[in-house]
C-alpha cells in the first residue's frame, strides 16, 4: 500500500517569501494532519482535517499560515509570509477515522528552511 | 492540558544492553499512549500503543505498560541491537486523536 506522499522534500526561502507545501494521504484516510517538528522538539499539530472539513486549528497562526483540503483527499498547507522561526520539518499525517486510539501514518516530511 | 514528558537524551548503550526510556503524562479523562519511532532518514512510524490502564503494547522486542496510578508509559526492551538506534517519541491521544508528542529520546546503540 502506499504511503502518505509529501512534496518538496526541501525547501529554502529567504524571510517574507511564501511557501507551500503538499500531501497525499493514503487512499481512503478520512483525516488528515499537519505538524510542525522543530530541531530538538517533539512535532506539534498545527491543522487536522476530517475529510474536507477542520477539526482542529486551535495552534496554527492563522496570520501567516492556512491550509485547505479540497475534495477531502489531498492537501496544501502555505506560508505567507515565512518567519525565520518557521524554520522545521512540516509533516502530513493520515489515519482511517479519526478516533483517539488510531495509529496515525506520517509521510517523510519537508524540511523547511528560512534564512 | 494534555502534556507528556519524557527522559532527555541522547541515551548511548552498547549492544545487548536493556533499554529503559521514561515517559509520564498528564491528561483528563483516559487517553490512549502510544509510542512512535523516528529512524534516520525516515518518517515516524508507531512502533507500540496501549489504548486502558494495565494494557502492555509490545512490538519488535519493546514493550511499555500503561500505568495510571503512575502516569506513566516506560519504553523498555532486554536487548537491543545497533538497528535501534533512532528517536523515541512518547505520545499521547485523546477522543478527537489530537496526538500529543514528547520532545523525543535519541537513542544510540554502539557495537
Known amino acids: 500500500e502506499a504511503g502518505v506522499a509529501q512534496s518538496p522534500r526541501y525547501k529554502i526561502i529567504e524571510k517574507r517569501q511564501s511557501v507551500a507545501f503538499w500531501c497525499n494521504p493514503i487512499s481512503g484516510h478520512a483525516t488528515l494532519y499537519w505538524y510542525q517538528q522543530i530541531l530538538g522538539q517533539g512535532p506539534k499539530l498545527l491543522i487536522q482535517?476530517?475529510?474536507?472539513?477542520?477539526?482542529?486549528d486551535s495552534q496554527l497562526p492563522k496570520d501567516r499560515f492556512s491550509a485547505e483540503r479540497l475534495k477531502g483527499v489531498d492537501s496544501t498547507l502555505k506560508i505567507q509570509p515565512a518567519k525565520l522561526e518557521d524554520s522545521a520539518v512540516y509533516l502530513c499525517?493520515?489515519?482511517?477515522?479519526?478516533?483517539?486510539?488510531?495509529?496515525?501514518?506520517f509521510g517523510s516530511g519537508t524540511q523547511l528552511s528560512v534564512l | 492540558g494534555n502534556s507528556v514528558t519524557q527522559m532527555e537524551g541522547p541515551v548511548t548503550l552498547s549492544e545487548e544492553a536493556f533499554l529503559t526510556i521514561n515517559c509520564t503524562y498528564t491528561?483528563?479523562?483516559?487517553?490512549?499512549l502510544f509510542w512512535y519511532v523516528q529512524y534516520p532518514g525516515e518518517g515516524l512510524q508507531l512502533l507500540l500503543k496501549?489504548?486502558?490502564?494495565?494494557d502492555k503494547g509490545s512490538n519488535k522486542g519493546f514493550e511499555a505498560t500503561y500505568r495510571k496510578e503512575t502516569t506513566s508509559f516506560h519504553l523498555e526492551k532486554g536487548s537491543v541491537q545497533v538497528s535501534d538506534s533512532a528517536v523515541y517519541f512518547c505520545?499521547?491521544?485523546?477522543?478527537?486523536?489530537?496526538?500529543?508528542f514528547g520532545t523525543g529520546t535519541l537513542l544510540a546503540v554502539q557495537p
Open positions: 496501549a489504548t486502558k490502564a494495565d
Open positions: 482535517f476530517q475529510n474536507n472539513g477542520v477539526v482542529d
Open positions: 499525517a493520515s489515519s482511517l477515522g479519526g478516533q483517539g486510539s488510531e495509529k496515525l501514518f
Open positions: 491528561a483528563t479523562g483516559y487517553p490512549s
Open positions: 505520545a499521547l491521544s485523546g477522543a478527537t486523536n489530537k496526538l500529543i
